[in-house]
């Protein structure tokens, strides 16, 4: 009798231990262990490290977390050093790029380990210990050196003749001051090499060629001027992209062309578009054309269905064999017919442009493009019983029916996406 609860004991100990370990793994400090395990053992110590420290900062004494975190410092830590050792012996241009990146990683682990709670480790009843190197000496040094090298690379690249190499001359000032600001004179430099790699770009007002210019409406008039104006709104308003370019404004345009009593449809003629390129100081042309404009009105399908389903239709009283009243429900098959309706209008707007070199007259690059604006609703209606209806076609039937946008709207909104699309084209060309 004795051992038997003797062994009844031990089962309610094990059971008892196996549900805290249980709970724990369940608990958001014993998820975080396990996510900081899977890192550990694909190699990724820095972030098996930031999980232990999360898990940590919940529950200190967790000694899981405890024990993983000692081991991945360790790793990561003597991780970083070794590819911080093969970088001092490489002959890569830009190694200290990589080493301040290396040094970073360390600081930041060394951060992550200042940040936690106090340790305490439930055997030994001791502080956990890290031993932490101070990086910050070595981090300024890598810093400086990165600079350097980038300073060195913008003067030697500042010396040479064209656009490019000005514009590249500029990006190495600004990565000198991002790795210290205001380095030597890195400002000034990269000031004047970027206003030397400038490329000022006239974008000419595409032809409409589609020949809807008055099937729809005004807005069909007005759509290649539209597709224009927005696409350099979308440029300008980007700093990255404007930071080596110039946008010749309409006004600029319009003004050169009067003076050399020039109409739009001139432009179409790339020698003529190349002499008015000379004439405004641009480097880069681009001209295009509006094939086609296809625009479908709002349309609308229906299908109809009988839908089924066995329900409670009522409920009624009872006595049962003890003499008790009770309730019972009542289940009987209903029907509906739901008619789905599917509502659809489209415009597209497609074309072509291509970018001229001003200097040498050749067509640098040349694509085709096409954009569309859709617009779909779905909804429902029915007859006969609610009940009936599966949960697609309630949700439908909430829904209700919703009034599409018109052709006009359509084609406005398939021009704006035209719009931003080639604007990214272009900034990707231009960068």
Excluded at 115 to 130: G, H, S
Excluded at 231 to 253: G, H, K, N, T, Y
Aim: hydrophobic share 35%; net charge positive; glycine share 4%.
């Amino acid at each position: 009798m004795k051992t038997n609860k003797m062994m009844f004991g031990c089962i309610c100990l094990v059971f008892a231990l196996l549900l805290l370990a249980g709970c724990a793994a369940l608990s958001q400090y014993g998820s975080l262990e396990r996510d900081a395990r899977q890192h550990y053992q694909r190699g990724n110590y820095d972030q098996a490290v930031f999980k232990c420290a999360a898990s940590l900062r919940i529950k200190p004494e967790y000694e899981k977390s405890q024990t993983l975190i000692q081991d991945a410092l360790r790793a990561a830590v003597n991780g970083h050093r070794d590819r911080i050792q093969e970088l001092e012996f490489s002959e890569v241009k830009f190694k200290w790029d990589q080493m301040v990146s290396e040094y970073e990683a360390l600081v930041k682990l060394n951060q992550t380990i200042k940040n936690l709670p106090a340790l305490v480790n439930k055997k030994t009843k001791r502080l956990v210990r890290f031993e932490l190197s101070n990086y910050t000496q070595a981090l300024a040094e890598a810093k400086t050196n990165a600079a350097e090298t980038h300073y060195q690379e913008g003067l030697r690249l500042s010396q040479r003749k064209g656009l490019d190499f000005q514009k590249q001359a500029a990006k190495e000032f600004k990565a000198a001051q991002q790795f210290c600001p205001d380095y030597k004179d890195s400002t000034s430099r990269y000031q004047t090499c970027r206003r030397a790699g400038i490329k000022r770009v006239a974008i000419i007002p595409f032809e409409d060629k589609s020949g809807k210019r008055d099937r729809y409406g005004a807005v069909y008039g007005a759509i290649s001027e539209m597709i224009t104006d927005q696409m350099i709104s979308e440029v300008m308003s980007d700093p990255s992209a404007m930071e080596f370019l110039e946008l010749i404004s309409r006004d600029q345009l319009e003004h050169i062309m009067r003076e050399q009593q020039l109409e739009m449809s001139d432009l179409i003629d790339e020698q003529t578009a190349v002499r008015l390129g000379k004439l405004m100081g641009v480097h880069k042309i681009l001209t295009g054309k509006i094939t086609q404009i296809i625009a479908v009105p709002a349309r609308t399908v229906k299908k109809t269905e009988k839908q089924e389903a066995n329900v409670v239709v009522k409920t009624e009283k009872y006595t049962d064999s003890k003499g008790k009243k009770k309730t019972r429900y009542i289940r009987g098959d209903v029907q509906a017919t739901v008619t789905f309706y599917t509502k659809t209008a489209e415009a597209s707007i497609g074309g072509s442009y291509k970018i001229i070199d001003v200097e040498t007259a050749r067509i640098e690059k040349s694509e085709s493009f096409t954009d569309d604006a859709k617009f779909n609703h779905q909804w429902a209606t029915y007859s006969g019983d609610e009940k009936a209806l599966d949960s697609k076609a309630a949700r439908q039937v909430k829904r209700g029916d919703e009034p599409a946008p018109t052709v006009e709207q359509l084609v406005n909104q398939a021009a704006r996406n035209l719009s931003v699309s080639l604007a990214n084209s272009l900034k990707e060309y231009l960068r």
